[in-house]
């Protein structure tokens, strides 16, 4: 099957149309949502099938889900054929569940009610500046997935999957082997760290993270292998943090908070590296771009603040909370993508 017809393109559309066509990203997603939880794409592994054997496997009405899968083919996502077949493209490929690099759960999370319900009170967030997350649940985003373990459950297996596509382009895109000794703080299960090891034989590595996460870390870092040169230590990035090591890492952390208590916790690092010369830290977050440009670090932008009251920060905001916390930028991140920023304390160069 071949000649997929995608989306028109918007710069040959009238202004109006294309405003309209802005408005439509709510019913697209819908329909992105619906076909990832169908799991249509796996259904289509082996070759194109036609609605009837699709809503068959899927417990689906076949008369909407030939509707919803014309919209997606409409959009790219799958190819129609003439005689009503629906086949793969290389964006549906991305949404089977048993490939590298599967974005099926990230899609499903993004779909969810956990997000669907908290966009839909953004005005609560414009108008007040208070997490509109807290306005439609009644508690906190952490508080809500482990009332919830399906929903916490889905938000985990979301976050491994981009940890992986972001730790292999971080680790692609600059040389931790420079520093012997590295702390990764609020490390989670220890994905990152135990990759940045398996990279560099020649480095050792601590994990920090909350007693109940760091129990797990133990048994990742365990089964890849690289246990004998980590240790886990539980502690809180509020609280005074393990000295010694000649890098600190804080990857996907500072984005969950303010700046009040984003400087709160790069005053801990700054703090850990008071007695080592040369020491950095190493923050690995979405650079936000230049005004005027899409990248998708200023959508990210919008979750942080409706779920936590965090941000995502471009160069300058970086800068502006560093020095506020005793440190500087010493390298050159690109923006526009997850960066490693290199920061030192201020003044020790």
Not at 219 to 240: H, I, N, P, Q
Not at 257 to 270: M, P, T
Request: aromatic fraction near 8%; proline fraction near 6%.
């Amino acid at each position: 099957m071949t000649g997929v017809v995608g989306p028109p393109m918007a710069g040959a559309l009238p202004p109006h149309v294309r405003l309209l066509l802005l408005t439509d990203g709510t019913r697209i997603s819908r329909v992105l949502h619906v076909v990832a939880e169908l799991g249509i794409a796996d259904e289509l592994a082996d070759g194109p099938l036609d609605v009837p054997t699709l809503a068959a496997r899927t417990d689906a009405h076949t008369d909407s889900l030939g509707r919803v899968l014309r919209v997606a083919a409409a959009f790219g996502l799958f190819e129609e054929a003439p005689d009503g077949r629906y086949g793969l493209t290389e964006l549906s490929q991305a949404l089977r569940s048993d490939v590298p690099g599967s974005q099926r759960d990230m899609v499903l999370y993004n779909g969810d009610d956990v997000m669907w319900r908290s966009y839909g009170r953004l005005i609560h967030t414009v108008r007040t500046g208070e997490p509109a997350f807290e306005d439609v649940f009644g508690h906190g985003f952490f508080a809500h997935l482990e009332q919830n373990p399906r929903t916490g459950a889905l938000f985990d297996r979301a976050m491994t999957g981009m940890s992986r596509a972001t730790t292999a382009m971080l680790l692609d895109g600059f040389d931790f082997g420079r520093f012997p000794r590295i702390t990764d703080v609020g490390g989670g299960h220890g994905y990152f760290l135990a990759e940045v090891l398996k990279r560099h034989p020649g480095s050792t590595g601590t994990l920090v993270d909350r007693p109940a996460v760091a129990e797990e870390a133990g048994k990742l870092l365990d089964a890849a292998g690289v246990a004998d040169r980590a240790e886990v230590v539980a502690g809180d990035f509020f609280e005074a943090l393990p000295p010694g090591a000649d890098a600190y890492v804080l990857k996907a952390v500072l984005h969950d908070w303010d700046d009040e208590h984003a400087v709160r916790i790069l005053g801990r690092i700054r703090e850990a590296l008071a007695d080592r010369p040369g020491g950095r830290l190493l923050i690995c977050e979405f650079l936000v771009g230049p005004a005027g440009r899409w990248d998708r670090g200023k959508l990210l932008d919008l979750d942080m603040m409706l779920r936590f009251g965090g941000r995502e920060r471009d160069e300058e905001q970086w800068r502006a909370l560093l020095a506020a916390a005793g440190l500087e930028l010493v390298n050159d991140p690109v923006p526009g993508r997850w960066a490693v920023l290199e920061c030192r304390p201020a003044g020790t160069g």
